[in-house]
T-cell receptor
């Protein structure tokens, strides 16, 4: 079983929609999670990170961790065409300082 | 704003040839990572450096791949000989070593095509 799993999509939504991107993780001891955005043919860009459970908000983006179901989510409000990208979730092993990524979900926001 | 630099951005090579990629991390970042990203997949760690020392190279195919960070600053990843299956994006990332700080910052990547 992979440490972090994502639905690859693609996910297509109209402009202004609320987007929900989700990942599951394998080990209930995992606590530190990161979300990256990757535009086509570019390097990943750090969006947000969360520690333990609960929500973290940054502008239109909210990251959520549900430890009971081993589920992490990224919500995007008022989605824009510029949000069209691949979104990668990852688990950070803080002891080894090693990041393990999911396979990424491709999002397309239609104008 | 400080960025991770990589070169070249694109590389086309024939199989059995040697190829090298270069990375310059953000100034002051002691930890440097090389990842390989196959199209449609997430990045996978190849090698991790702490200063000039290799911390983790368990996923590096050592029969053909090598990596070095001689002075603990910039780094080179080499493939010799290249195989068709090596076609991928090679990403470099760096991180500040500080209590409670784990964010990794990525460069633009080098897209390798092996023909």
């Amino acid at each position: 079983q992979k440490e972090v799993e994502q639905d690859p999509g693609p996910l297509s939504v109209p402009e202004g929609a609320i987007v929900s991107l989700n990942c599951t993780y394998s080990n209930s001891a995992f606590q530190y999670f990161m979300w990256y955005r990757q535009y086509s043919r570019k390097g990943p860009e750090l969006l947000m990170y969360t520690y333990s459970s609960g929500n973290k908000e940054d502008g239109r983006f909210t990251a959520q961790v549900d430890k009971s179901s081993k589920y992490i989510s990224l919500f995007i409000r008022d989605s824009q065409p510029s949000d069209s990208a691949t979104y990668l979730c990852g688990h950070m092993d803080t002891g080894r300082r090693a990041l393990t990524f999911g396979s990424g979900t491709r999002l397309q926001v239609q104008p | 704003e400080a960025e991770v630099a990589q070169s070249p951005r694109y590389k086309i090579t024939e199989k059995s040839q040697a190829v090298a990629f270069w990375c310059d991390p953000i100034s002051g970042h002691a930890t440097l990572y090389w990842y390989r990203q196959i199209l449609g997949q997430g990045p996978e760690l190849l090698v991790q450096f702490q200063d000039e020392s290799v911390v983790d190279d368990s996923q590096l195919p050592k029969d053909r791949f090598s990596a070095e960070r001689l002075k603990g600053v910039d780094s080179t990843l080499k493939i010799q000989p290249a195989e068709l299956g090596d076609s991928a994006m090679y990403l470099c990332a760096s991180s500040l070593v500080s209590q409670g700080t784990y964010e990794q910052y990525f460069g633009p990547g080098t897209r390798l095509t092996v023909t």
